[in-house]
């Protein structure tokens, strides 16, 4: 078993990594393929969205924040999200839309948030263009989530979701027709679908591309 291609990770590494604004293509650009080039919904009809990719500094090391959806949610019940919605008139940015929903979902304040960038657009088939802010969250905080939209709130640690040991392609079928699509389990939460379609993109935009095997 190969070993994982990023050794260092830290706030200092991830904040020179999204400095230096990239140019990568996204490994995942929406639903429906592994990379998906489209899901079939006209651009123009593609609603604006955004989630935040919140790390956390944890002593020891850091973590992504989770959401998992309430079960009885009729869109994406019980499955793992980053928080995140639908942009709004009043948001002045994209980055706004992400910090607004993700305090209104988990209760995050935004003072513990440090923005450091964002990911490639991914396009969902449900019909939205969701934009991923990446940020560091400072501790210590104190999260309340919606309890009608959130059933639990979890940290995965960073180093498992760029450990290219972890990533899986899978598949299913849906409407007829078969569907790849990116998974990273972590213990008895099954993450896939576009949240894992953009941990992808984060682990795209963070590894060098010559020494990927995805």
């Excluded at 499955?79 to 988990?106: K, N, Y």
């Amino acid at each position: 078993m190969s070993a994982p291609l990023v050794t260092r990770i830290d706030s200092v590494w991830l904040r020179e990594r999204f400095a230096a604004q990239r140019v990568v293509p996204p490994l995942a650009a929406g639903d429906g393929g592994v990379p998906a080039l489209g899901t079939g919904v006209p651009p123009g009809a593609l609603r604006p969205a955004a989630v935040l990719v919140g790390m956390v500094e944890r002593s020891a090391e850091l973590t992504v924040l989770f959401t998992r959806r309430a079960d009885h949610l009729h869109a994406h019940a019980g499955q793992i999200s980053f928080p995140g919605g639908a942009a709004e008139e009043g948001d002045e940015s994209l980055v706004a839309t992400a910090l607004r929903e993700t305090e209104e979902e988990i209760g995050l304040h935004r003072r513990h948030v440090e923005v450091i960038g964002r990911l490639h657009e991914y396009r969902t088939v449900s019909g939205y263009c969701v934009t991923p802010i990446v940020a560091l969250v400072r501790p210590p905080f104190e999260l309340v989530p919606d309890k009608f939209e959130v059933a639990e709130v979890f940290e995965v640690p960073l180093a498992f979701l760029l450990d290219e040991r972890n990533h899986r392609r899978e598949t299913m079928l849906r409407d007829g027709r078969k569907r790849e699509y990116y998974a990273m389990p972590y213990g008895h939460y099954y993450i896939w679908g576009a949240t894992a379609g953009m941990l992808m993109n984060l682990y795209g935009y963070l590894t060098d591309p010559a020494d990927r095997t995805f």
